[in-house]
Nanobody, 126 residues
């Protein structure tokens, strides 16, 4: 599976963006997915995860209530809807995939994901 992110850009604080991650080259519905981000000079951090089925989601406390992770298996795409953006959300956002053989499993641990996209940059100005 190859992942390609899109939808990043620049927005003012309080604004919204929707990131997309399109998958190709594999059975997308068999993968659990995650979003991670990395700001300059900082470690990569977990943002959100979604199970194979799309029923189970997990969010970092810092984005809970503002971000929504969803998937459309028919389109081989996942989406991260980001609302009420803050300057501290500024980072490169990476989509990741993992195959755990469970319909409901999600994980916030980046080392459990074996497939990564190239990233898309999000900049939030105050």
């Amino acid at each position: 599976v190859t992942l390609v992110e899109s939808g990043g850009g620049s927005v003012q604080a309080g604004g919204s963006l929707r990131l997309s991650c399109s998958a190709s080259g594999g059975a997308f519905s068999g993968y659990s997915m995650g979003w991670f981000r990395q700001a300059p000079g900082k470690e990569r951090e977990f943002v959100a995860a979604i199970s194979q089925s799309g029923v189970d989601t997990q969010y970092a406390d810092s984005v809970k209530g503002r971000f929504t992770f969803s998937r459309d298996n028919a389109k081989n795409t996942v989406y991260l809807q980001m609302n009420s953006l803050k300057p501290e959300d500024t980072a490169n956002y990476y989509c990741a995939a993992a195959k755990w053989g469970s319909l409901s499993y999600t994980s916030p641990r980046f080392n459990e994901y074996g497939i990564w996209g190239q990233g898309t940059k999000v900049t939030v100005s105050s």
